[in-house]
């Protein structure tokens, strides 16, 4: 048993497993390790050894499996075991076109509405993001970068949107950390300082075509990524056949 739940000492753990909320516990500590990479595509996953490590049965871990297979981020085959999905660069294309749509729609709604408070907000996160790649963290800069993102849909209170970005999201976190590099960081800082420029500026025409402009070169390079390592992917070998050219336009 030690040895089982040495093997997954990285889960966070909840200090005390509320009754009637394991499972939700077990799949949100696992979803953690799965997005952001603790648990690599491919990884065999070992339900004893989850089981150990959490001191639950195997029912919770059982249905953590079978939520995180919606989510697509579990494969799960009978009698054969269960593994962490490879990431399918179809599924990431699809949903940063459905993004880019809502994005740049949103912003186009946005401009002429705001106010200092979301200025304020922007401008703050582009200091935290600044603050977080300059020592190199790039874990805090991601869920910052998320969150540059949410801070124009909560001024809108476009909840229902949001739930559209947020339902693929945990795939699409899953592919832009196989591409963080200090490199990367320095690109979103540059490419978020653009976006924010338009909407300061009132210029919708300037903030659609940065924001359309940042999701495309995160794309790009992950068609890159994707040609280089595609053994990490679903579909590496479709990607590496690819023309190279972007479909969105």
Same mark, same amino acid.
């Given at each position: 048993?030690?040895?089982?739940?040495?093997?997954?000492?990285?889960?966070?753990?909840?200090?005390?497993?509320?009754?009637?909320?394991?499972?939700?516990?077990?799949?949100?500590?696992?979803?953690?390790?799965?997005?952001?990479?603790?648990?690599?595509?491919?990884?065999?996953?070992?339900?004893?050894?989850?089981?150990?490590?959490?001191?639950?049965?195997?029912?919770?871990?059982?249905?953590?499996?079978?939520?995180?297979?919606?989510?697509?981020?579990?494969?799960?085959?009978?009698?054969?075991?269960?593994?962490?999905?490879?990431?399918?660069?179809?599924?990431?294309?699809?949903?940063?076109?459905?993004?880019?749509? +809502?994005?740049?729609?949103?912003?186009?709604?946005?401009?002429? @509405?705001?106010? /200092?408070?979301? !200025? =304020?907000?922007? &401008? *703050?996160?582009?200091?935290?993001?600044?603050?977080?790649?300059?020592?190199?963290?790039?874990?805090?800069?991601?869920?910052?970068?998320?969150?540059?993102?949410?801070?124009?849909?909560?001024?809108?209170?476009?909840?229902?949107?949001?739930?559209?970005?947020?339902?693929?999201?945990?795939? +699409?976190?899953?592919?832009?950390?196989?591409?963080?590099?200090? @490199?990367?960081? /320095?690109?979103? !800082? =540059?490419?978020? &300082? *653009?976006?924010?420029?338009?909407?300061?500026?009132?210029?919708?025409?300037?903030?659609?075509?940065?924001?359309?402009?940042?999701?495309?070169?995160?794309?790009?390079?992950?068609?890159?990524?994707?040609?280089?390592?595609?053994?990490?992917?679903?579909?590496?070998?479709?990607?590496?056949?690819?023309?190279?050219?972007?479909?969105?336009?």
């Amino acid at each position: 048993m030690n040895n089982h739940t040495s093997s997954y000492s990285f889960l966070t753990r909840p200090a005390t497993l509320a009754r009637g909320n394991v499972t939700a516990e077990v799949t949100q500590a696992l979803r953690q390790a799965i997005v952001t990479l603790a648990l690599p595509p491919g990884t065999v996953l070992d339900k004893a050894g989850i089981c150990a490590h959490f001191e639950v049965s195997r029912f919770p871990v059982s249905e953590a499996f079978a939520r995180l297979a919606e989510e697509g981020l579990v494969d799960i085959a009978p009698q054969r075991g269960s593994t962490v999905s490879l990431v399918r660069i179809a599924d990431v294309r699809e949903y940063m076109l459905i993004r880019k749509g +809502l994005e740049s729609e949103a912003l186009r709604v946005l401009i002429g @509405r705001h106010d /200092a408070e979301l !200025i =304020a907000a922007l &401008q *703050a996160n582009m200091a935290d993001q600044r603050a977080a790649a300059a020592r190199d963290d790039s874990e805090t800069f991601h869920q910052i970068d998320i969150d540059f993102h949410d801070i124009i849909f909560r001024s809108m209170r476009m909840t229902k949107v949001k739930a559209i970005i947020d339902k693929a999201r945990a795939n +699409l976190d899953r592919a832009r950390r196989l591409i963080i590099t200090p @490199r990367r960081l /320095a690109l979103t !800082i =540059a490419e978020h &300082q *653009a976006i924010l420029d338009g909407i300061v500026a009132g210029d919708t025409p300037q903030a659609i075509a940065a924001i359309r402009a940042h999701i495309d070169a995160v794309m790009v390079e992950l068609f890159a990524f994707a040609r280089e390592h595609p053994h990490m992917f679903a579909d590496g070998a479709e990607v590496a056949l690819d023309d190279g050219d972007f479909p969105f336009g």
